[in-house]
T-cell receptor, first 112, second 115 residues
């Protein structure tokens, strides 16, 4: 089955190009942020996280940027591949309060 | 495969009915989280159990309840079902009581359709 959320913002990117997915989070006190990838018929899968005392973190082909001033989070995926097609969610958490709050999600489509 | 098993994968039931969704966490994981993913609300945290005890509560309706058993599997009970309860219900598990993104694994979800 598809990921729930048919009215998601969408982003189409040519295979091999870089993609940037943006997210505005809600709570300026949030300590911790996570990006998840959700493929069709599957649960969210952890991609990368960042704590609020950092502004950038890099993983394999992915980079997360955090701008606390404007409560903005972005996920950069380098050299996109067909397997990157999925819905991407940002999520925020306040430590001590285990209530992870998810953003709306963005559907990324990679064009071969 | 995340190692988190959810049953049933799909369920269709009528309004007013009660259903139970089951989750088996990854081997060794003590925490179980339940999330609801619906069209209008997106992904929402419902409740967390750690080693049999309720640890955190989110936007869980009073008509819903959950428990975690001694063998660490968990059940989410949904009663007096309404059309708006139609959603994908995810279970996730983790070894820890506190939330750490890279140690939490989600199951594939249970699709509930209320007609």
């Amino acid at each position: 089955g598809e990921s729930v959320g048919l009215h998601l913002p969408t982003l189409s990117v040519q295979e091999g190009d870089n993609s940037i997915i943006n997210c505005a989070y809600s709570n300026s006190a949030s300590d911790y942020f996570i990006w998840y990838k959700q493929e069709s018929g599957k649960g969210p899968q952890f991609i990368i996280d960042i704590r609020s005392n950092m502004d950038k973190r890099q993983g394999q082909r992915v980079t997360v940027l955090l701008n606390k001033t404007v409560k903005h989070l972005s996920l950069q995926i380098a050299a996109t591949q067909p397997g990157d097609s999925a819905v991407y969610f940002c999520a925020e958490l306040l430590f001590g309060n285990e209530k992870l709050t998810f953003g709306t999600g963005t559907r990324l489509t990679i064009i071969p | 495969d995340s190692g988190v098993t959810q049953t049933p994968k799909h369920l269709i039931t009528a309004t007013g009915q009660r259903v139970t969704l089951r989750c088996s966490p990854r081997s060794g994981d003590l925490s179980v989280y339940w999330y609801q993913q619906s069209l209008d609300q997106g992904l929402q945290f419902l409740i967390q159990y750690y080693n049999g005890e309720e640890r955190a509560k989110g936007n869980i309706l009073e008509r819903f309840s959950a428990q975690q058993f001694p063998d660490l599997h968990s059940e989410l009970n949904l009663s007096s079902l309404e059309l708006g309860d139609s959603a994908l219900y995810f279970c996730a598990s983790s070894p820890h009581s506190g939330f750490t993104g890279n140690t939490i694994y989600f199951g594939e979800g249970s699709w509930l359709t209320v007609v």
